[in-house]
């Protein structure tokens, strides 16, 4: 069965720093993987979305890469801000009409 | 605009009583869900469906109902054999079928549901 970790669970960094979040699956043989955010108490945002064949998907800030062989994904997050400030969730997908498998998030916080 | 409604936002039902959570969808996608989201234990399947009139169970249906009778629609009914019902439960859709590239998942806005 698909295990997704997601390490660390929390990270606190100053505005304008870039960081790493990093998320592991342990069944090689994925479809795609999304990234989300989450704001306290709200829906999940989609952020990237990453095909089996890709390496790596850009919106803005954001870069994510995904290495299927070794089972991770990182979201790069360049120039925090304190609005960046939510819960960061991976999920992968195992085939075309499989159900996503999801990591327990990464939550971040930026100090301005 | 396109996006998942679910209401209402906030609900409060005493133990004992079923309850039914709305979801609704206008972005024509096949393919619903509802998840339920505790802390510290991510996001959990409850019930999903590929297409009208059929659904599936997913990892945590127990105390659980579902019905699928319209595309855009899939309301979620926690009944009282639901021994924890208190949570946040989200709602998404994706396209289940053709170019994979379409399969992104989207999510409504959630319903905080507490049973005192």
């Known amino acids: 069965k698909q295990e997704v970790t997601q390490i660390p669970a929390a990270l606190s960094v100053p505005e304008g720093e870039n960081l790493v979040l990093n998320c592991s699956f342990t069944d090689s043989a994925i479809y795609n993987l999304q990234w989300f955010r989450q704001d306290p108490g709200k829906g999940l945002t989609s952020l990237l979305l990453i095909q089996s064949s890709q390496r790596e998907q850009t919106s803005g800030r954001l870069n994510a890469s995904l290495d299927k062989s070794s089972g991770r994904s990182t979201l790069y997050i360049a120039a925090s801000q304190p609005g960046d400030s939510a819960t960061y969730l991976c999920?992968?997908?195992?085939?075309?009409?499989?159900?996503?498998?999801f990591g327990k998030g990464t939550m971040l916080l930026v100090s301005p | 605009d396109g996006g998942i409604t679910q209401s209402p936002k906030y609900l409060f039902r005493k133990e004992g009583q079923n309850v039914t959570l709305s979801c609704e969808q206008n972005?024509?996608?096949?393919?619903m869900y509802w998840y339920r989201q505790d802390p510290g234990q991510g996001l959990r399947l409850i019930y999903y469906s590929q297409i009208v009139n059929d659904f599936q169970k997913g990892d945590i249906a127990e105390g659980y109902s579902v019905s699928r009778e319209k595309k855009e629609s899939f309301p979620l009914t926690v009944t009282s054999a639901q021994k924890n019902p208190t949570a946040f439960y989200l709602c998404?859709?994706?396209?289940?079928?053709?170019?994979?590239?379409?399969?992104?998942?989207?999510f409504g806005p959630g319903t905080r549901l507490t049973v005192t």
């Open positions: 998404a859709s994706s396209i289940s079928s053709g170019r994979t590239e379409l399969y992104e998942q989207y």
């Open positions: 999920a992968v997908r195992q085939s075309g009409y499989s159900t996503l498998t």
């Open positions: 972005l024509n996608h096949d393919a």
